[in-house]
Every structure is written in structure tokens, then in C-alpha cells.
């Protein structure tokens, strides 16, 4: 008989236990699972977005992937993104990811997604914050442009990983954000001086690599005046870059078909121009050599974020939970294991 398929729940302590001060290793990770979907391995179609009329500025993103390679897993991240949470002293997202075995299709575990979400974006972000500044001077002035979760997450890792700076300049349209942030980076010991500034283009101009990183649902920087020394931009939240800037920039991607949607920036600029010229590449192209970064015009990195990436570190903390064994089991969570049923009872609930 077949062995009975068992379901785990990874609460987000655990899965910050496993992952905390692992950064470096995170990166490779997550570096080898997009290698692994550039090359074709994975299956990762479009994110699906569940929005409310009544409640526009909020949604809830469902990505299911499938990642190939010596150690393959399917599954499904289902994240919430509901900006208003902050006021009430929440994170603005939260999220479950659900890991299915590829052999029989049953889920075996859900874990705490935010955490993972995360840690997995300010991998891939430092991943391409070396690869891009390969054949530049490296940044030594980072300006954060929205100080939220997100941007500690990459500052975290951007330190773990052997980056200091002589500045860290601050701005966000919320005070009591930056004021966060720069406990956290007092906290943190972290390197740098830091300003807060009043505004974006003063920010952008004072710095050689920018983290975006705010909510915003439309451009709100347009001057491309403000990239003039070309810095390296890490556009994590997509849709702050007016397409003028785009244009004057070496624009990477991670994935060019999930990109290019959901009116993100590059989403803008291609609907502006009418085409895709203004894309150098994918960082799996940078990574390849098969694009050369030039170092005298902005570079702007634009990931949308793959499914494949989450799974790659779920799954990752999932084995290292089963090791540990501590993993909590959910006892009869899959019960109707006979096509034809049986007199059994159901298994106790515990
Ligand atoms: N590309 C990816 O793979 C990926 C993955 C995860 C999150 N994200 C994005 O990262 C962003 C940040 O997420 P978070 O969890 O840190 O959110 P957060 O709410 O913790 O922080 C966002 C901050 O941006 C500020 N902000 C909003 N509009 C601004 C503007 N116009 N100028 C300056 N600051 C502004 C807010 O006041 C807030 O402090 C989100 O847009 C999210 O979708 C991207």
C-alpha cells in the first residue's frame, strides 16, 4: 500500500527561525531557481489578481508554479496586498504558500507566506544589485524610496551579504515610515549616515542605487533630469517610474512576459512606444553574458516576482523543519484515502 499522504503547517516563526541570518545562502538559492526557470525548467504562468471595486486599493495575487530540477515542487502562493493595514499597525501583506507534491498532486504543507515572499525578493534584488554593478564602480549611496517591510528585508540582506554604505538616504510620503526605518537601521548597527529627505528627485540625485520600494499604483517620478549621473535602480514596486525615465535607462527584467502586465512601468512605456526596444534583457541574460551593463546611463532593474522563487524557499524550509523534527503534522487532515470507503470512523479530531 501506498505510503498515506500527510499536510504540515509551517507557522512564520518557524520559517523565520530557518531562514534567519541564512541570507547568503538564500540568494543562491534563489539565484539557482530562476537559473533553473530561465533555462525552461518551471512552469509559471501569469499571476492572477483578485481585486475589490469597493476596495481599490487592495488585492490578493494567487501564483502557482511548478519548479523542475533535481528536487521539484508544485504549488500555489496566495498573497494579500492591503496598504491600509499599515495605519492599523499591520504589515500591509500576508499570505500562505501551499507546496504539492509533484508525484501525486497532494498538498503537504501550507506555510507562513510573508516572511517568505520577502526574504525571496530581497534575494533576487541583491542578486541583481551585483550582477548589474559588475562592470561599474560599486554604489556606495543608497537612497530608499518607500521605507516599509519590503525595503528592510532588502537592506537586510544587502549588509549580509557584504555591502556598506556611506549613505543611506531616506524618503517617504508617510514621516512615521522613515522614522521606522531608521531605528531599524540604528538597530541594525547598520553602515551609513542617514538623511531623510523631503522629496524623491533630491533623494535620487544624491544616490548611485536606488531602492524603490513604495505602494504607489501610478508613476510619480518623471523627471529623468534626476538619473542624469545614471544610477542603478531597483524598481521593486514596479509602477513609480514614469515611461520617460524607462526610456533614457538600460531597463532588466526578471521575466519579460510577466513584466510587461498589470500596468507596471515597463507596462506603460511599451503601450507608450509601441514596442519592447526599450528592454535590454532578462537578468538571466545579464547573468550569461549575453547583455553588457553600460555604466554611463541609468540601469533599472524591474522584477515582477515568480511563483518558482517561492516555491524554491518553501520548499526549502520545509526540509529544514522535517529535519529538525519539529515539523507539526495535521492528523487526518487527508482522511477519504479509499476510492470505495471502508467501515472505518473518521480519525479523531486531535
Ligand atoms: N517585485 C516583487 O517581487 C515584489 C515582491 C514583494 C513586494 N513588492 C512590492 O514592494 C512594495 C513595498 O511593499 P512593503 O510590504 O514594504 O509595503 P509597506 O506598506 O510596508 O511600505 C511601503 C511604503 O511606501 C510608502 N509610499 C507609498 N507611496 C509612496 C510614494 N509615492 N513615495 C514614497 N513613499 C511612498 C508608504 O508610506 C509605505 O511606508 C509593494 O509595492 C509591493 O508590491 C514587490
Redesign the pocket.
Known amino acids: 500500500m501506498t505510503v498515506p499522504p500527510t499536510f504540515s503547517v509551517i507557522p512564520g516563526a518557524q520559517v523565520r527561525q530557518v531562514l534567519r541570518g541564512r541570507e547568503g545562502e538564500v540568494v543562491q538559492l534563489v539565484e539557482s531557481a530562476y537559473r533553473l526557470h530561465a533555462e525552461g525548467h518551471s512552469v509559471n504562468p501569469p499571476s492572477y489578481f483578485l481585486r475589490f471595486p469597493d476596495r481599490p486599493s487592495s488585492r490578493i495575487i494567487a501564483l502557482p508554479a511548478s519548479l523542475g530540477g533535481t528536487a521539484p515542487v508544485d504549488g500555489l502562493k496566495w498573497i494579500s496586498?492591503f496598504?491600509g493595514?499599515?495605519t492599523e499597525g499591520l504589515?500591509?501583506?500576508s499570505g500562505v504558500l501551499i507546496l504539492n507534491d509533484p508525484g501525486t498532486g497532494y498538498p503537504y504543507a501550507c506555510l507562513e507566506a510573508s516572511v517568505i515572499?520577502?526574504a525571496?525578493?530581497a534575494a533576487?534584488a541583491v542578486s541583481a544589485a551585483d550582477w548589474l554593478s559588475r562592470d561599474r564602480t560599486r554604489p556606495r549611496r543608497l537612497g530608499v524610496?518607500?521605507?516599509?517591510?519590503?525595503?528592510?528585508?532588502v537592506h537586510t540582506f544587502l549588509e549580509a551579504t557584504g555591502w556598506t554604505f556611506d549613505e543611506i538616504g531616506l524618503?517617504?510620503?508617510?514621516s512615521e515610515?522613515v522614522v521606522g526605518f531608521r531605528d531599524y537601521l540604528y538597530r541594525s548597527a547598520a553602515s551609513g549616515r542617514t538623511t531623510a529627505h523631503e522629496n524623491?528627485a533630491d533623494l535620487i540625485a544624491e544616490s548611485d542605487l536606488v531602492l524603490?520600494?513604495?505602494?504607489?499604483s501610478e508613476p510619480?517620478v518623471h523627471d529623468p533630469r534626476c538619473f542624469a549621473h545614471g544610477p542603478l535602480v531597483l524598481h521593486?514596486?514596479?509602477?513609480?517610474l514614469a515611461p520617460e525615465i524607462l526610456i533614457g535607462s538600460t531597463n532588466i527584467v526578471?521575466d519579460v512576459e510577466h513584466c510587461l502586465k498589470a500596468n507596471t512601468s515597463p507596462h506603460l512605456t511599451e503601450q507608450l512606444t509601441g514596442n519592447r526596444e526599450f528592454l535590454a534583457g532578462t537578468l538571466a541574460d545579464v547573468v550569461a553574458g549575453r547583455i553588457r551593463i553600460p555604466d554611463d546611463r541609468p540601469v533599472v532593474f524591474?522584477?515582477?516576482?515568480?511563483g518558482v522563487l517561492d516555491l524554491a524557499l518553501g520548499r526549502m524550509v520545509h526540509a529544514e523543519v522535517a529535519g529538525s523534527g519539529e515539523l507539526t503534522e495535521i492528523p487526518g487532515f487527508f482522511d477519504e484515502l479509499t476510492r470505495f470507503g471502508t467501515d472505518r470512523e473518521p480519525t479523531p479530531c486531535p
Not at 524610496?145 to 528592510?152: E, N, P
Not at 521593486?236 to 513609480?240: I, K, T
Not at 524591474?302 to 515568480?306: H, I
Request: charge should be positive; proline fraction near 7%.
Open positions: 496586498s496598504p493595514n499599515v504589515p500591509r501583506a515572499s520577502a525571496r525578493t533576487l524610496v518607500g521605507t516599509g517591510l519590503i525595503a528592510r528585508y524618503h517617504d510620503i508617510a515610515s524623491a524603490f520600494t513604495t505602494v504607489a510619480h521593486l514596486s514596479l509602477r513609480d526578471d524591474s522584477p515582477f516576482g515568480l
